[in-house]
């Protein structure tokens, strides 16, 4: 049965960025004061039956990717009539990748592109009709509602912060800011006034024992789907994701993944490998949540981050999918791509600040609610669906810590009763926020659909508590607010302040990459859905926090300080996920004796006369501090060499072979070497 439902899928067509200062919504929906089509015009994206995929390739598909002619009568028919078209693959082959993408039906997601002047809701209605078209999308545009920016650190602060008493607060870590980091370690002394304290030692992510155990490890790789990180910046250069297949700048696609130039990810706005920052209506938003991940720690500059490593090159990488660039309008289409992208190029967390106003939502305040059940969901969105489960499926490894793929949403800034979509899904991770005393930030989406809550930062909560003396901020946007790295166009030190459910998510992201990370160094393999249980079943209880009422002042950056108004915390009791994320008890819990299983030295396939290589100390415990030899039973089949701590496998002839690695502490591994003869499109 077809999923689609045209009228959930205009309606649905709403969007926020889950930040307080820097949000998102379809472009004509909601709070623009001049309604615009909320769509590109003149485009759908439509699954067809595999038949109908054959024939369009048959036609003429090439890896530039368009055809004007499908080869199915109907299809063609339908097409004829709504004006000239043309038809082109959703997601761009990628040699290295095409057969899983088959096999998830990924190949059969085509754009149409039509007569503009056709209405999309008409074209889309007669496309659905046809029994060769499974499914039909529109490609929703998406555009910041707001161009408001971060809140910089000035100099004067940021040396105060360096060289105040206070650095005492930190741990071994040497980094200049991380004693204004509440966030990360929180003493419960920040924020105080009169005798009064907004601040709960403990109300952070717990991420000070958990570095006894990891910092980071560079195999590991976050996806930030976001504005464009600013790559050069001083604590976040170190720990960028490098394609090292790739060549920058380059007019060719050296490593056939589909993206030319994706040196350190892809500007799916712009189709280009050029990562973009510094237009001026950015606003810092993905160069903030990279810093929160993996700002490089223990350099002595700046910020701290949750998995930047130990300052000896360990971070976990952050791979830049810019989704959004200035005030251009991104769209489904792009995001979508940006998914794939991440999965097949090494990425195992899927760090998303953003989703649909949730079917909960004031219409009053953001137009049209969202989707309001997963059933709504997926039937509104199937190429979204069908993306995400090609992540969380095919992301990671078989033979790594994570096999699958961990996607983690913002639940939504509108203070409603249900988090958006499609982190609200079960499938996937929807933070909400909170604030420097574990009770639930203001804009905080809550309820249905959310399975966590991080550090989001509070400044309605906090706006009575400024002073000039206040090393940590003393202005509204600065008290207990989010500190990470931001670029110099907005902020010349190079870091400010945020807020949001959008600056709660990359503390999860984060949090998840350590534990990943951990795994890594334990040498244990986990499937994604069990480090999700992990995560979500040891966190820290926050319910006892949810009494009584909780004043803030809304709206003072605009209006001046009104009346203060109220938040009736027992409302939320229950309502913030599983508690607090707790980096402390995730990592131990992966050290469970009977969490994961022990990674064993995976099976060889090779081609014959090619070469594939191995770094056999990622499957052997402490296995930097090993040596290892290679026995191969039939060595017609394949030969190896050992060098420079890599094992290279290459194929003699075609066959197969058993083998084993054995390590210098006694520990043996067996596996299977398989050497096939190859064509350009697969194995024969």
Known sequence: MKKVKIYALIAAAVLSLGSCTDTMETEGVGKNPTPEVPYVQGELMVKFTPEVGEMIEAAGLTRGGAVTRSGNVNVDQVLDIIGSYRLERVFPVDKANEERTRKSGLHLWYVVGFDASQSVGDVARRLSA??????????RKVKRAYDSKAVPLSAEKLAAISNSAAQTRSVALNDELLAAQWNLINRGDMFTKEGAVKSVEGA?????????RSTGDNSVVVAVLDEGVWIEHPDLKDNIWINEDEVESMTEDADDNGYKGDIHGYNFVNNSGKITWNDYYDSGHGSHVAGVISAVNNNGLGVSSIAGGDGSGNGVRIMVCQ???GNMATSLLATMQAIKYAADNGAVVLQCSWGYVSGAANIYDWGEAGFATQEQWEAGSPLEKDALDYFTHNAGSPNGPIDGGIAVY????????????PGAAKEYVSVAGTAADFTPAVYTNY???????????????????RYEDNIYGSNYGELGCILSALPLHIAPTGYGYMEGTSMATPHVSGVVALGISYAAQLRKHFKAEELQELLHANVTPIDQYCTGRKTYYRYVADLGPLQPMQLNLPDYKGQMGSGQVNADKFLAAIAGEDAGEAMRFPNVYVAVQGAVAFVPSRYFKDGEKLTYTVKIEDESVATCTNEDGRVLFKGAKAGATKATITASNGEVHSFNITVRR??????L
């Open 130 to 139: 046809l029994g060769e078209v499974q499914n039909v999308d529109l490609n």
């Open 204 to 212: 952070d992510v717990q991420v000070e024992k958990a570095w006894e």
């Open 323 to 325: 989704i959004f660039s």
């Open 410 to 421: 913002a639940a939504g800034n509108e203070s409603a009763p249900a988090a958006g979509f």
């Open 447 to 465: 309820g249905p659909g959310t399975t966590i809550s991080a550090p989001g930062g509070d400044q309605d909560y906090y706006w009575d508590y």
């Open 678 to 683: 190859s064509t350009g499109n697969g194995w």
